[in-house]
Structure formats: C-alpha cells, structure tokens
C-alpha cells in the first residue's frame, strides 16, 4: 500500500521559515511527480509547488519567490522549504504523489497525505 507520511508543520511569525517533509512507502516502480496542496478554511485545495522525475518545478504565483521544493537523495521525499511566511500562507498542507505501482499501466497511483497545519498568524 503506498502511503504519504508529512511533517514539518506549526505555528510561526511572518516573515519566518518552516520546512515541512514528505516520505513515500510502499513498493512503486515509479513515481511521476511529488509535490504540496493547501487548503485554507472555506478554500479550496490548490497546488502550492509540485516536482516531477525530471525535476521539473511549477510553483503557484502566491509562493513563487518564497518557497522553494526539493527531492531528497532518496528520490521518495520531498522537502518544501518556506520563507518569509504570511498570514495567507496559514493552511492544511497536503503531500501529493502520482506515479506507477509497476510497470504495467494499468497500475497508475494517486495517494495524498493525511496534512499538515501551518499557522501564521496575523
């Protein structure tokens, strides 16, 4: 079964850093792409950065500039680093992977992390 494991969350003043975590487990022949989702109250879910095998980034335009994502060594983690945090930043965060269990292609995955809340507040 594959599963998102996040960490990293909290409460922190603007203007701070947090570096939040994502490790994949399970047995993948591949993964397509890692990346991180918020939900903010009475929001809906939106992609905050997301990393692909390649290493291809794509940032949302709220972020760009501040958050930075990043593969581990071992390429199942995914790190986003957070600089100069603002209360809007103030969020569920959400680990997103897609990717194949093996080689067949029928055997595609999409699994999300359970979040992790960041608090900025104002």
């Known amino acids: 079964q594959v599963q998102l494991v996040e960490s990293g969350g909290g409460l922190v003043h603007p203007g701070g850093s947090l570096t939040l975590s994502c490790t994949l487990s399970?047995?993948?022949?591949?993964?397509?792409?890692m990346g991180w989702y918020r939900q903010a109250p009475g929001k809906e879910r939106e992609l905050v950065a997301r990393v692909t095998s390649g290493g291809s980034t794509d940032y949302a335009d709220s972020v760009k500039g501040r958050f930075t994502i990043s593969r581990g060594d071992i390429k199942t983690t995914v790190y986003l680093q957070m600089n100069s945090l603002k209360p809007e930043d103030t969020a569920v965060y959400y680990c997103?992977?897609?990717?194949?269990?093996?080689?067949?292609?029928?055997?595609?995955?999409?699994?999300w992390g359970q979040g992790t809340l960041v608090n900025v507040p104002s």
């Open positions: 997103h992977s897609v990717g194949y269990v093996s080689q067949s292609t029928y055997s595609a995955f999409e699994v």
């Open positions: 399970g047995s993948v022949y591949s993964i397509n792409a």
